[in-house]
């Protein structure tokens, strides 16, 4: 390992394909590079996003021999665990006295699953950049591994601490330098806007609702970050980069409406005037009238609604407690204001009815939602909504925790027969995009009708042809 450098190589694992109709920058992997390189002068950190890039899993070993890379992270989702493990063995083959990390959401939550390939030495669970830096530390001061807070190595059974950033401010920015901006301008976002020059943004990290699905990887403790500190972010990518879209990513954006207020009256007074989305993260029961106008006059152009069920029963179930009417009311408001409106509905939960069931597709059929998405439900290892599910259920999982389970369309945990539910949920995609006002609002509150061209003919061909 060289003495005057330490080269770190932040993998974001992927596929690139067409079936993924959305991309978001690696906010995680780059908020690692910036404090890594922040809290170790010796460090030099690149970033590798397969899901822009033409890059295979074999390739990136590669990528690694011919970066020099003395170390090598590998962020994952549990959909994409096959391609984590094939990463990390082709890194092993070509570099084989690299230390070989893994992190983000499979890794928090399947450390020993992440870790039983052999090819990964230590597995950082929930906010990296602590435990990856003493990872780092360790490595350079050629010290043992074992003993760093929220991080696993082989042969450890139990999990240990998180080791979490109290206050977010004193976190640099993220390393938007180790990124191709235009790259992510070549797709879509998570907020279905289009193609666009746009950078995604975090203000806040963690959220406390317990809701039964979730991986929980910031833990329930709110911290967000200061209004000052969020419209430096802002100022800084306007300026520099020529960003005036964004996307905010947080868990629970809008949970201090005091911080909320500053930073929309800040914009609105002193700029610049940007677009802002929330694909993500707003407590929909949370947004009084006052604070939506507020937020559109900042620049908000998009929300998505994240109503899970129209069931309160289920709403208990589920640990969520959205007051339904609260969340209807703001949705009529926002509609009203010309923000574009998307709705999240999740359908099959376990003991969910029939008539709970129809009871969620009708309140989107109802709303004036301009997009809903009836997702099923999937119970991930490590939520408590897996912990709950019957030995059966549970068992058929173990075998392949990375399971995509959304690729079989009559999987569900309700009390609805599959081939009922299948065409239950089939058919409210129909009645509710066979509108005609429906449609007319898609093209009135969209930012941009001309962009929602290419996601209309794939949804059409998912919803319609496919079935």
């Known amino acids: 390992m060289s003495e005057e450098k330490t080269r770190v190589l932040l993998i974001h694992v992927g596929p690139n394909s067409r079936e993924y109709l959305f991309r978001s920058h690696p906010l995680g992997l780059m908020s690692l590079a910036a404090y890594a390189e922040r809290e170790l002068p010796g460090v030099d950190a690149g970033i590798i996003d397969m899901k822009v890039s033409n890059i295979t899993a074999e390739e990136i070993g590669i990528k690694a021999k011919d970066a020099g890379a003395d170390v090598v992270g590998l962020s994952a989702l549990t959909v994409h665990a096959d391609m984590l493990e094939s990463a990390a063995a082709a890194v092993r083959e070509a570099v084989p006295d690299a230390l070989i990390v893994a992190g983000g959401p499979h890794a928090t939550c399947h450390p020993l699953h992440a870790l039983k390939s052999g090819y990964i030495d230590a597995v950082v669970q929930g906010e990296g950049e602590r435990p990856f830096v003493n990872l780092l530390r360790a490595r350079i001061e050629r010290k043992p591994l074992q003993g760093i807070p929220a991080v696993m190595t082989p042969g450890m059974t139990e999990q240990p601490p998180r080791d979490e950033i109290e206050n977010p401010d004193t976190l640099p920015f993220p390393a938007w330098d180790k990124i191709d901006f235009d790259a992510y301008s070549r797709y879509s976002s998570f907020s279905i806007l289009g193609r666009r020059h746009y950078m995604s943004v975090f203000t806040s990290r963690a959220c406390p609702y317990q809701c039964i699905y979730c991986h929980n990887i910031f833990g329930n403790k709110f911290r967000p970050r200061s209004a000052d500190n969020v419209l430096r972010e802002i100022r800084t990518l306007n300026e520099k980069y020529g960003i005036r879209d964004f996307d905010a990513l947080d868990d629970a954006f809008n949970l201090n409406r005091a911080r909320v207020v500053e930073i929309c009256e800040s914009l609105i007074k002193d700029g610049p005037k940007i677009n802002i989305a929330f694909p993500?993260?707003?407590?929909?029961?949370?947004?009084?009238?006052?604070?939506?106008?507020?937020?559109?006059?900042?620049?908000?152009?998009?929300?998505?609604?994240?109503?899970?069920?129209?069931?309160?029963?289920?709403?208990?179930?589920?640990?969520?407690?959205?007051?339904?009417?609260?969340?209807?009311?703001?949705?009529?408001?926002?509609?009203?204001?010309?923000?574009?409106?998307?709705?999240?509905?999740?359908?099959?939960?376990?003991?969910?009815?029939?008539?709970?069931?129809?009871?969620?597709?009708?309140?989107?059929?109802?709303?004036?939602?301009?997009?809903?998405?009836?997702l099923k439900v999937t119970p991930f290892a490590g939520t408590e909504l897996f912990n709950r599910l019957d030995p059966e259920t549970v068992a058929s999982f173990k075998e392949r925790p990375e399971i995509h389970i959304y690729e079989d369309r009559t999987f569900n945990l309700s009390k609805v027969p599959n081939e009922k539910f299948k065409k239950i949920v089939h058919s409210a995609f129909l009645k509710f995009y066979l509108n005609p006002m429906r449609a007319l609002n898609i093209i009135r509150h969209h930012p941009a009708p001309m962009r929602l061209m290419h996601f209309a003919r794939v949804a059409f061909m998912r919803v319609f042809i496919k079935g």
Do not use: W
């Open 280 to 374: 993500n993260g707003l407590r929909s029961d949370l947004l009084d009238d006052e604070l939506l106008e507020l937020m559109r006059k900042a620049g908000t152009t998009y929300i998505s609604f994240a109503i899970e069920t129209a069931s309160p029963r289920l709403q208990k179930y589920i640990n969520k407690n959205l007051k339904i009417e609260k969340a209807a009311r703001a949705i009529r408001k926002a509609s009203q204001l010309g923000i574009f409106c998307n709705g999240y509905l999740m359908v099959g939960f376990p003991t969910e009815t029939e008539e709970e069931l129809r009871s969620t597709i009708s309140f989107a059929i109802k709303s004036p939602l301009d997009t809903a998405h009836f």
